[in-house]
């Protein structure tokens, strides 16, 4: 089992940043593609980012592409996503999740593990 755990979550105002970080412990998160999604209240989970294997592939979702940024550590089992010039519409419980899909996915039914989640509140 991989087990996932999150971590840099807050309260930020709108335009700032925040680091979150997803790290990983029972096996390595290298052998998994990575993702963070994230729900806001009374909405549905919804992809935000995801990275390949060895993080040679990138993709987001078309409301964060451009200010958010997903990196991955594999010597520290991690996985991180940057957020920058973040917005109200931005908050929401983040979470990071593995895939065995080698190249990411947008699917959330494809992973396979899921961190507990992080609270990001952005204020106007």
């Known amino acids: 089992q991989l087990a996932l755990v999150e971590s840099g979550g807050g309260l930020v105002q709108a335009g700032g940043s925040l680091r979150l970080s997803c790290a990983g412990s029972g096996r390595k998160f290298s052998a998994y593609a990575g993702g963070w999604f994230r729900q806001a209240p009374g909405k549905e989970r919804e992809f935000v980012a995801t990275i390949s294997l060895r993080g040679g592939r990138t993709d987001y979702a078309d409301s964060v592409k451009g200010r958010f940024t997903i990196s991955r550590d594999d010597a520290e089992n991690t996985v991180t996503l940057q957020m920058d010039s973040l917005k109200p519409e931005d908050t929401a419980v983040y979470y990071c999740?593995?895939?065995?899909?080698?190249?990411?996915?947008?699917?959330?039914?494809?992973?396979?593990?899921w961190g507990q989640g992080t609270q990001v509140t952005v204020s106007s």
């Open positions: 999740a593995a895939t065995g899909n080698g190249r990411g996915t947008y699917y959330s039914y494809e992973y396979d593990y």
